[in-house]
């Protein structure tokens, strides 16, 4: 069975719906039924989205994207700097050792 994602605008929809369902007096379980989610799903739904409206909704998404964004170019310039930490002093060394070689050609 395949697995259908739901845009945040739907989901706080559809836990709208939900709570007209419940206030009603109909059972969690009746109300997943209908909507056509399991109950997990609900409750899950449920914390995460439970008080936002549709615009907090769309920007909590956007700042999970720039989030993740601004993680990997963290990674990215550190893995940059791990390499110029563990490449700069042989290069350091080699220019040093270069220097004594061409002092000791002079004299």
Known sequence: MSRKRYKPEQIIGMLREAEVELSRGQKVGQVCR?????EQTYYRWRREYGGLKVSQAKRMNELERENTRLKW?????????????????????WINIWDCRTEWRRS
Do not use: D
Request: glycine residues 4%; hydrophobic residues 60%; positive net charge.
């Open 34 to 38: 209908t909507l056509g989610i399991a």
């Open 73 to 93: 170019a963290f990674q990215n310039l550190r893995a940059k700097s791990t390499l110029l930490l563990t490449v700069v002093p042989f290069i350091i060394r």
